[in-house]
């Protein structure tokens, strides 16, 4: 079961922030997050684990609500960099199957 | 260079026609998965393998086999194509544990007519 992520897509100017919702109908391990910029492979950003910390990366953050089984990606900041689509990936008690959201796609504008 | 590398990199092909996509990591990672990716769909995982002669299903597995024969290797192979296997597929790889980066190859696009 694929999680849900929202918004689909969100357009920032240079400095703005932004969340990204991941919301999963199973109990989670874990929340993975990756980011692919355009005609490239995804890249990981930071993993969340069940009774883990708020994890930080740059001026990127994530938090993982277990009791909700949901995640958000803190965007604080934005940056051109920040550009590409981000996807979450959620686990299971065994990390081994991930299941990912159909993305968000941010672009960041001067 | 820590790498994942997939080949080919393009492939059309016919339907029916038999083929496979190999996947090779150089980091001793025991973690190996394929994924496609479709527009609107994200990254949906195919199979994946937890060691040599270990794998499972993913949540799209029908139509598609793996092996782990060895720990660098894990090929996808079509036996036998359709239309709907066209996409781009990623393999990826990771080392064991809780905190399991993936590292994803550079993609393989397939176009099945």
């Known amino acids: 079961q694929q999680p849900v992520q929202s918004p689909q897509a969100v357009i920032l100017r240079e400095g703005e922030d932004a969340v990204i919702n991941c919301s999963s109908s199973?109990?989670?391990?874990?929340v993975h997050w990756y980011r692919q910029k355009h005609g490239e492979a995804p890249v990981f950003l930071m993993i969340l684990l069940k009774g883990g910390e708020q994890k930080g990366h740059d001026k990127i953050s994530a938090s993982f609500n277990e009791k909700k089984q949901q995640s958000s990606l803190y965007l604080t900041a934005s940056q051109l960099s920040y550009s590409g689509t981000y996807f979450c990936?959620?686990?299971?008690?065994?990390?081994?199957?991930?299941?990912f959201g159909a993305g968000t796609t941010v672009t960041v504008r001067a | 260079e820590a790498q994942v590398t997939q080949n080919p990199r393009y492939l059309i092909t016919v339907t029916g026609k038999k083929l496979t996509v190999t996947c090779s990591q150089n980091?001793?990672?025991?973690?190996m998965s394929w994924y496609r990716q479709d527009p609107g769909l994200g990254l949906r995982q195919i199979y994946y393998?937890?060691?040599?002669?270990?794998?499972d299903k993913g949540d799209v597995p029908e139509g598609y086999k793996v092996s782990r024969k060895e720990k660098r290797n894990f090929p996808l192979i079509l036996e036998s194509p359709s239309p709907n296997q066209t996409s781009l597929y990623f393999c990826a790889s990771s080392f064991s544990g809780d905190r399991p980066e993936q590292f994803f190859g550079p993609g393989t696009r397939l176009t099945v007519l």
């Open positions: 990936g959620t686990g299971g008690i065994n990390d081994y199957k991930l299941s």
């Open positions: 393998s937890m060691n040599v002669e270990v794998t």
């Open positions: 199973k109990a989670l391990y874990s």
């Open positions: 980091m001793n990672h025991e973690y």
